[in-house]
């Protein structure tokens, strides 16, 4: 069958889906952004003012991220893929786990952690396997390297790629995420009207909209119950004995 024509799974996924595999939110209580706010690590006006403890903070990020594991809701996106269906991921993580878990079509929203990038030219991007980033670490421009993130007040460059998959989804899945953060919140918005809409969320009840189907589950409850079913009937569906 051709790529075009199999329904499209398209998942948006938020940061619940992370925390179940250890990786702390910048909302939780406790955890590597209780003691940092945001303002102070996470803003080009923090990078400005004080580029060490920035690369500080995000190395401590970067070995959060290593020691974690794909968890049940990353492993079964990423199974439902391998069985032939067409499933593509928007993700507002920075993290990694998607792609271990072995799912190929990953848009990060706000980029990826375990790359580094150049001051001075958002093109250049470096992997970094091991280690971090120290000052002194430069591009082949000669410009510091940072963070491949993006901080609050900075553009999101991958927005008019998610645009793209929403627009073309047949089953749009949203995982983890209260949908509180722009601009990736108004993609629920853009895709087709027709086109089934699904939160799983552990506070599904409360988050969920007019169109929106809501799962009341952790991410690795609910993922995998409903991928159980679209890989058992091998279409893209809302079951009534999930949703009634």
Same mark, same amino acid.
């Given at each position: @069958? !051709? ?11 938020? #940061?619940?889906?992370?925390? !179940? ?26 990078? #400005?003012?004080?580029? !060490? ?30 069985? *032939? ?26 980029? !990826? ?58 089953? =749009? ?8 953060? @722009?601009?990736? &919140?108004? $993609?629920?918005?853009? #895709? ?11 506070? &599904? ?8 189907? *809501?799962?009341?589950?952790? #991410?690795?409850?609910?993922?995998? $119950? $409903? ?10 569906? =809302? ?6």
């Amino acid at each position: @069958m !051709e790529e075009t024509s199999r329904p499209h799974l398209v998942v948006l996924t938020g #940061a619940g889906i992370s925390a !179940e595999s250890g990786i702390q939110t910048f909302r939780a209580a406790d955890g590597l952004w209780a003691d940092h706010p945001i303002e102070e690590v996470a803003t080009p006006e923090a990078w #400005a003012r004080d580029p !060490e403890r920035v690369l500080r903070f995000y190395d401590a990020r970067r070995d959060q991220v290593r020691r974690a594991r794909p968890n049940a809701a990353h492993k079964a996106l990423a199974q439902l893929e391998r069985e *032939g269906f067409r499933v593509s991921i928007i993700t507002q993580n920075i993290d990694d786990l998607h792609e271990r878990a072995g799912s190929r079509q990953v848009v990060h929203l706000h980029g !990826e952690i375990l790359k580094a990038r150049s001051s001075v030219d958002e093109r250049m991007r470096y992997p970094l396997p091991r280690g971090g980033i120290a000052l002194g670490d430069v591009c082949d421009k000669g410009s510091q390297l940072r963070p491949d993130v993006v901080w609050f007040g900075e553009a999101v460059p991958r927005f008019d790629d998610a645009l793209e998959l929403v627009a073309e989804a047949d089953l =749009l899945l949203v995982v983890g995420t209260s949908l509180a953060v @722009m601009p990736a &919140a108004s $993609l629920l918005d853009e #895709a087709p009207l027709a086109t089934p809409r699904v939160l799983v969320d552990p506070e &599904a009840s409360e988050l969920t909209t007019a169109g929106v189907n *809501g799962l009341a589950l952790p #991410a690795g409850e609910g993922v995998p $119950l $409903l991928t159980r079913h679209w890989r058992r009937e091998g279409r893209l569906w =809302l079951p009534e004995t999930v949703f009634g």
